[in-house]
């Protein structure tokens, strides 16, 4: 049992540095995608009027439908780590693969989303299909948008694996104590996700529209 604890001189200091570690590397990821946000908050006051064109020009349906995906996704894994600290292995299961099969949707709706708006020529560069005198500030606006939304779906689609991990690893291991600090410190990660994209929604599709 000791060997199997090294270096962690109990189960709840290897349970505590588990979760310490993961809120260390959450707070990287919090400085990562404070840089974003503060290019948000440059550009859509220098370039107000091209960012806002950019604006009007994103699905506002489709970006709430994601977001209630996501959300539900998110309400979903709670329940499993309500599970996994009752000991329920079978529902810990059960939530982990509907939050992951919501991720999922999320990202085939986001793709679905962003061909929409390639074939529309959104993507800043040549052939930008906005003109006039806030095209400049509407391509800064794409940037953000695609560079901020691809960094956002390869987060999730780490966290969709780790949910996936989380699956299989309890699966494994029923019938014996369910260990529920991998289910909680991949809540947090996935908690995290979710926490990005409610940020950004507002930022890409509702600010300046109006």
């Known amino acids: 049992m000791s060997e199997h604890l090294a270096p962690y001189d109990?189960?709840?200091?290897?349970?505590?540095?588990?979760i310490a570690g993961m809120w260390l590397f959450l707070a990287s990821e919090i400085l990562l995608f404070g840089g974003l946000f503060l290019v948000f908050v440059v550009y859509s006051h220098t370039r107000a009027a091209g960012w806002a064109l950019g604006v009007r020009h994103t699905d506002l349906v489709t970006g709430s439908i994601n977001t209630v995906l996501l959300l539900g996704s998110s309400m979903v894994y709670t329940l499993g780590v309500e599970a996994a600290r009752n000991g329920n292995a079978r529902a810990t299961i059960r939530a982990g693969m509907g939050a992951a099969a919501l991720g999922v949707a999320f990202l085939c709706l986001k793709g679905w989303e962003w061909r929409s708006e390639l074939d529309g020529h959104l993507f800043p560069g040549p052939g930008f299909s906005l003109a006039g005198p806030d095209a400049g500030g509407a391509q800064l606006f794409y940037s953000f948008y695609f560079l901020s939304t691809a960094l956002h779906g390869l987060h999730m689609l780490v966290g969709i694996g780790l949910i996936a991990w989380v699956c299989v690893r309890v699966y494994r291991g029923r019938g014996a104590s369910l260990q529920v600090m991998p289910v909680e410190v991949?809540?947090?990660?996935?908690?995290?996700?979710?926490?990005?994209?409610?940020?950004?929604?507002?930022?890409?599709?509702?600010?300046?529209?109006?």
């Open 10 to 18: 109990s189960p709840q200091h290897r349970d505590g540095t588990a």
């Open 186 to 210: 991949v809540g947090l990660y996935w908690s995290f996700v979710d926490l990005v994209w409610v940020l950004l929604f507002p930022v890409l599709y509702l600010i300046g529209r109006v």
